[in-house]
């Protein structure tokens, strides 16, 4: 519990850190609610008057001021709550945007191993359920807390001024409320939790669904995915609905207790000695102020699960916030480098995993080089391709560039030497210019995105496209072909000329038919470059300077494509399974020619 109360006022401490930029507009708005309260309050005080003046006295002239009196004071309440109500928005979604951005920005800097475990509809969650409900906390939730929390200071400062005994009454039972507030307040805030994590479930499952969605039907899913959907579904509808009774049931204890306080005032007020002491209107003021109590009462308890969501939902947000970013420890500025590439006695596992997944890697290749990475798959041939820019931090070995440890190179310059083509392209919403030079700083001549172009084979489709180069193509460019995907992804490598090409199953997703279109391109990417070529064409394979053949995270063989034939191991053996039949007469020849030869 006190933990529970350290934590949450630590994070109500940390959020409110975030006001400091705004801290006007939230000044003005908490003197505009206490204006607004007083306003409230000093109408309430002016009732006994009213009563025992106007009415009881007949005083014609107090009475005939009371209407003015009334449309004044309204017009001032209206203009104090505005204030407050719009300055406290102001600041409130000042602090939402500003979480929202800095929410993003960390997102984007944590390290790859922070990705890989949680899920993208968890971290979409964040961002949006979650962020929403600070919103809520800072500016609607503030707003009743501070308005009535005035508004009740006001009314027990008037019952005191009214008559001190009977007021003590009501303060007696002000403990008993504090403990059940209390209460409740951490129920709310268990529920609130829970709720994110169904909130993120939702999101994950419709993620899922939406990027699934051709496999489902294809499949016959639909029924396994409405099924799964319903489940978590119905989970936020309960959390919601406990949230809801909680806060219904607090609100009715709260007013039952209160009501006791009311029913004694009452029964004392009938005594002799306090009717002699208070007169009818000053009767009538401390009953209304009491019966007034009962509202903001319960506004207070209702507004608290909100704020308490609010704030569960900061609690989640920091502790995204506080994790590591990458680690950039690196101070050497890479220039562009020639591109001989070593790796050293490197061995990995991958953050909180037990499986060793590479043992003992050592090898190296001199800039301009090709070395192919070959094995079954799981093997290890992308985690190496992976430690290559450092997304993954290397605790066992080294990896040294033209002879520097990547370690203590600065991230951003090591992966400006680097350029990957993946089996799986990422385009953006954009347009082909644009996503051909994602990431492309400095000028960009249109001369020279046209070469690009022209060398990727992307102008061969682009160009048939009613706005060229500017057509848009959708989400991660859903209208284009597998083999039209990747040789964009080729431009964009070319564009971005870096000494180090990384060509992971770069086509093994295409047919025969595309697979030849971008032969071409390829070609021209591999030039003048060093390449990490994993599992690829076999003209590729074939001339790579080295071969390392994996197996369970180690090289068990090395060498050239004669040599290792020559050897008739491992590679022989996938060799001649992967590509020695049946895959067409070109490659059965060439199989056969270079065993011929280096026999
Ligand atoms: P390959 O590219 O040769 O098919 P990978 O390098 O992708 O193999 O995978 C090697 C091993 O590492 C596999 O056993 C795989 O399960 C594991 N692995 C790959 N990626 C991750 C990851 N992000 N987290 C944990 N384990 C992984
Ligand atoms: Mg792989």
């Not at 496999?215 to 959390?239: D, H, S, T």
């Not at 002879?403 to 990957?420: E, H, M, P, W, Y």
């Not at 191991?569 to 060799?575: I, S």
């Amino acid at each position: 519990m006190t933990a529970l109360i350290q934590s949450s006022t630590s994070t109500f401490k940390r959020l409110f850190s975030y006001l400091k930029p705004y801290r006007t507009g939230f000044i003005v708005a908490v003197l505009g609610m206490i204006g607004y309260a007083s306003v409230d309050v000093f109408f309430l005080s002016e009732f006994d008057q009213f009563i025992d003046r106007g009415i009881t006295q007949r005083d014609m002239s107090y009475l005939a001021m009371a209407p003015f009196f009334v449309v004044l004071l309204f017009l001032l309440r209206g203009v104090f709550h505005f204030t407050a109500s719009y300055c406290l928005n102001w600041a409130g979604t000042h602090i939402v945007k500003d979480l929202r951005q800095q929410l993003f920005s960390h997102m984007i800097a944590l390290p790859v191993s922070y990705h890989d475990k949680h899920s993208t509809g968890e971290m979409i969650s964040r961002i949006t359920y979650d962020a929403e409900q600070i919103k809520q906390a800072s500016s609607k939730a503030l707003v009743v807390l501070i308005h009535e929390g005035a508004f009740v200071i006001g009314l027990l400062g008037l019952m005191f001024y009214n008559s001190w005994q009977l007021a003590a009454i009501f303060l007696l039972i002000a403990p008993i409320i504090a403990v059940i507030v209390s209460a409740v307040s951490k129920r709310f805030r268990q529920i609130s939790n829970n709720m994110q994590g169904a909130m993120g479930e939702v999101t994950g499952s419709a993620e899922q669904m939406l990027n699934g969605h051709k496999v489902i039907l294809a499949f016959g899913g639909k029924e396994i995915e409405n099924q799964r959907f319903m489940a978590i579904n119905n989970k936020n509808r309960r959390l919601d609905v406990k949230l809801e009774s909680t806060r219904a049931m607090s609100v009715s204890l709260i007013q039952f207790i209160a009501s006791f306080a009311l029913a004694f005032v009452i029964y004392l007020a009938s005594f002799p000695e306090m009717l002699d002491s208070l007169t009818p209107g000053k009767f009538t003021e401390i009953i209304t102020s009491m019966m007034l109590l009962l509202k903001p009462l319960k506004q207070l308890t209702t507004v608290n699960s909100d704020f308490q969501k609010g704030m569960a939902a900061a609690a989640t947000v920091f502790s995204v916030l506080d994790e590591n970013t990458e680690q950039d420890h690196g101070t050497i500025e890479l220039p562009r480098i020639q591109g001989d590439i070593e790796f050293k006695q490197l061995t990995f596992t991958y953050p909180g995993h037990d499986k060793q997944v590479l043992t003992d890697i050592n090898f190296s290749v001199k800039a301009g080089q090709t070395v192919a990475l070959v094995g079954k798959s799981g093997s290890g041939k992308t985690t190496i391709s992976s430690l290559l820019p450092r997304f993954y931090e290397i605790e066992q070995g080294e990896i040294l560039l033209d002879g520097i440890n990547t370690k203590d190179c600065t991230l951003a310059s090591l992966r400006k030497q680097i350029a990957v083509v993946s089996q799986q392209v990422v385009l953006f919403n954009d347009s082909i210019a644009n996503n051909i030079s994602y990431g492309f700083e400095g000028e960009l001549s249109a001369e020279r995105l046209l070469d690009v172009a022209e060398k990727a084979h992307v102008m061969e489709f682009a160009a048939q496209m009613p706005l060229g180069l500017d057509t848009q193509i959708g989400e991660n460019g859903v209208t284009l072909s597998g083999g039209q995907r990747q040789r964009i992804a080729i431009a964009r490598a070319l564009l971005r000329q870096s000494p180090i090409l990384v060509l992971d199953e770069a086509t093994s997703a295409l047919d025969t038919e595309s697979e030849r279109k971008i032969q071409a391109a390829l070609d021209e990417l591999l030039k003048n470059r060093t390449n990490l070529v994993i599992a690829h064409r076999l003209s590729t394979i074939e001339q790579a300077d080295l071969i390392l053949v994996m197996e369970q995270g180690r090289i068990i063989e090395r060498g050239n494509h004669q040599e290792l034939l020559a050897q008739n191991g491992a590679y022989a053996n996938l060799y001649r399974l992967q590509f020695g039949e049946g895959i067409g007469e070109g490659i059965g020849e060439s199989f056969s020619g270079s065993a011929g030869e280096s026999a």
